[in-house]
Nanobody
Framework: QVRLEESGGAAVQAGGSLKLSCETSGFTFRGYAMCWFRQAPGKEREFVASNNWFDESAYIDSVKGRFTISRDNIKKTLYLQMNDLKPEDTAVYYC??????????????????WGKGTPVTVSS
């Protein structure tokens, strides 16, 4: 049974930091590109960052230099280190796994597995 379980979301003040984790099981983690998406209240879900089999990462412009995606293929866990958080980062953050070969910014790809999300709230 496939499982993606996010954790680490919390309420923080602007300028603070959080590290999200996504523990997985039930699929060959190292064979998938892993991504973080987020959905802010009243908005559509958006791509945030991805990390592929070659350990190449991609980020949307609004988080570049502040967020870092990483993965541990032994622990089958995906991470998102978020620094200098801003109120506009407030959203539910979702972990996702995809077999797509192109997962860069603006790429249109399907997600094979989704987590249930973890909420992040940034106050000013």
């Amino acid at each position: 049974q496939v499982r993606l379980e996010e954790s680490g979301g919390a309420a923080v003040q602007a300028g603070g930091s959080l590290k999200l984790s996504c523990e997985t099981s039930g699929f060959t983690f190292r064979g998938y590109a892993m991504c973080w998406f987020r959905q802010a209240p009243g908005k559509e879900r958006e791509f945030v960052a991805s990390n592929n089999w070659f350990d190449e990462s991609a980020y949307i412009d609004s988080v570049k230099g502040r967020f870092t995606i990483s993965r541990d293929n032994i622990k089958k866990t995906l991470y998102l280190q978020m620094n200098d958080l801003k109120p506009e980062d407030t959203a539910v953050y979702y972990c996702a796994a995809t077999l797509a070969s192109h997962t860069g910014v603006g790429e249109n790809f399907s997600v094979d597995y989704w987590g249930k999300g973890t909420p992040v709230t940034v106050s000013s």
